[in-house]
């Protein structure tokens, strides 16, 4: 079964700390990892894509990672701010169509 | 700005009554596509659509139906038959690889 699995479900962490969001997948064939983020009440926003050849992709403060043999990614968040606070997704597509695999997402709590 | 928009933001419904979402863009994408969110869960795809005049059944169709007669607008009519309507529903558009969502429509039924 193609599944997408986050840990943690949730996290708190301090203003100005690094934090690792992992996400696990089954998906196969892997086409491509997205990671999002979406703030309470809105759309989700793409923050990195990632094929199969790609170890490593930063947007900013954000930094994913990704090994395809393991089929596990992780999104690091370097000196965290409050409006880092949302839920962070892992989204896999599969091979061969344009079928999407939604994580349950990962919920971070930056506080002050 | 090219974007996807997604109204109301805010939906509340009666038991037993119909409602329709709206999602239009205008990024000339043809394929379009609806997710509900739950609290904890993943998206669940509900109806997509590839092109003008045609959609599929996604995982969780059971109580929605849509139509796609432009290639702009993709109607999502939750019916009555859907027994447990109240989450977050997500509209998302696409063209090759890239996705873009809307903002949402969170629906309840009071």
């Known amino acids: 079964k193609n599944q997408v699995e986050q840990s943690p479900q949730s996290l708190i962490i301090l203003e100005g700390k690094n934090c690792t969001l992992q996400?696990?997948?089954?998906?196969?064939?892997?086409?491509?990892l997205r990671w999002y983020k979406q703030d309470t009440g809105r759309g989700p926003v793409s923050l990195t894509i990632?094929?199969?050849?790609?170890n490593t992709k930063s947007n900013g403060r954000y930094t994913a990672t990704l090994d395809a043999d393991t089929k596990q990614s992780s999104l690091h968040i370097t000196a965290s701010q409050l409006s880092d606070s949302a839920s962070y997704i892992c989204?896999?597509?599969?091979?061969?169509?344009?079928?999407?695999?939604f994580g349950g997402g990962t919920r971070v709590l930056v506080k002050p | 700005d090219g974007g996807i928009t997604q109204s109301p933001k805010y939906l509340f419904r009666k038991e037993g009554q119909n409602v329709t979402l709206s999602c239009e863009q205008n990024?000339?994408?043809?394929?379009m596509y609806w997710y509900r969110q739950d609290p904890g869960q993943g998206l669940r795809l509900i109806y997509y659509?590839?092109?003008?005049?045609?959609?599929q059944k996604g995982d969780i169709a059971e109580g929605y139906s849509v139509s796609r007669e432009k290639k702009e607008s993709f109607p999502l009519t939750v019916t009555s038959a859907q027994k447990n309507p109240t989450a977050f529903y997500l509209c998302?558009?696409?063209?090759?690889?890239?996705?873009?969502f809307g903002s949402g429509t969170r629906l309840t039924v009071v």
């Open positions: 998302a558009s696409s063209r090759n690889y890239g996705y873009t």
């Open positions: 996400c696990n997948y089954t998906v196969s064939p892997f086409s491509n």
């Open positions: 990632m094929t199969f050849s790609e």
């Open positions: 989204v896999v597509r599969k091979a061969a169509g344009n079928k999407l695999t």
């Open positions: 990024l000339n994408h043809d394929a």
């Open positions: 659509s590839q092109i003008v005049n045609d959609f």
